[in-house]
């Protein structure tokens, strides 16, 4: 799918597998293995968060907060300050969080707390607006403290949630990064589940509106799904509120198309998040979404790689007979 070249020569390769689902189900476009099983890591964070909205946890929520619940942020003092006055509303701290502690992302906060000798909390962990979601559909459940317990309600909610709208039992899941667990599912199915999301408003139901709720608060609130510089705010800012998408760990990237009714999932093997992000920056510009030249685009397709003394020595680019032409003409869902 990607290949990293230098001195005119092809250095580095990137192998991945790639779908393109309506919301039947029904493969529009694939490369490599459909029914590959991963683990979608940070990418499925709004089917995470369904069940907050859909049980009506999330009533009287903002957009900025449900925003937040699908978010890997920086840690930036946006978002660390929006989380802290979360849990503040709920009557919780930074205690109650089980994501664990991170060094804030952002490197103006994390330069500022290594000279004032601040050590880094749970509010600063990328994960942490999730978390805070898992922790306000726990008090709703009425559930215990240890909510990413795989056995605990919450996680339960969760998992029934995924396999509905995948379409697909989990084979099973791994522990992630921030503890919750995460279950594993076909790179179809993930690309189903966001399709899903893509015509989500066309029929009715709690789990119709949750759906239209969570999509619209990420296309709304782009820096808060991410941060300034990183690809999921960027590429959404670019695209002006016509998709929302999502990165994982490991090479995994999502995008909800409301526009065209479909739903994209992808998976580097090699897990490189510069391949996936190209990769993904590719099938948007494909499918008329993105725009070749828009700044955004050009630093993940076809990204210049500068040396240290601030020389352009090579580039990221996609792979040739990668997404060729424009796969949208005639997809409208």
């Not at 490369?31 to 991963?38: A, T």
């Amino acid at each position: 799918m990607v290949e990293m070249w230098r001195g005119g020569l092809l250095e580095s390769a990137h192998t991945g597998h790639g779908v393109i689902c309506d919301g039947t189900g029904a493969v529009v476009q694939a490369w490599g293995d459909p029914g590959l099983v991963i683990l979608p890591r940070s990418s499925c964070k709004m089917v995470q968060a369904l069940p907050l909205v859909e049980s009506g946890a999330a009533a009287g929520l903002s957009s900025r907060q449900l925003a937040l619940a699908c978010a890997s942020h920086q840690g930036a003092e946006q978002h660390v300050d929006a989380v802290s006055q979360w849990l503040a509303d709920l009557g919780l701290g930074d205690g109650d969080l089980r994501c664990g502690p991170e060094v804030s992302r952002d490197k103006d906060l994390k330069l500022a707390m290594i000279r004032a000798q601040i050590a880094p909390c749970q509010v600063h962990n990328n994960c942490s607006g999730k978390h805070v979601g898992f922790l306000t559909l726990a008090r709703h459940l009425k559930a215990g403290p240890e909510y990413v317990d795989p056995a605990h309600p919450v996680q339960v909610a969760v998992r029934a949630t995924y396999e509905e709208v995948t379409g697909l039992d989990s084979p099973g899941f791994g522990i992630d990064g921030c503890s919750a667990p995460n279950f594993a599912t076909t790179v179809q199915g993930l690309a189903h589940a966001m399709a899903r999301f893509a015509v989500a408003g066309r029929g009715s139901g709690a789990r119709d509106r949750a759906m239209v709720r969570l999509r619209e608060a990420m296309m709304e609130h782009p820096e808060m799904v991410a941060g300034e510089g990183c690809a999921c705010t960027e590429l959404m800012r670019a695209m002006g509120g016509r998709a929302a998408i999502k990165t994982g760990a490991e090479g995994v990237f999502v995008a909800i198309l409301p526009d065209l009714g479909l739903g994209v999932a992808l998976k580097i093997v090699d897990g490189a998040t510069r391949a996936s992000e190209c990769a993904t920056t590719a099938i948007l510009v494909a499918l008329g979404l993105l725009d070749a030249e828009h700044p955004a685009t050009k630093r993940r397709l076809g990204a210049v790689t500068v040396n240290r003394a601030g020389l352009a020595v090579g580039s990221v680019e996609k792979a040739r007979g990668f997404c060729e032409g424009r796969l949208g003409s005639g997809l409208n869902g």
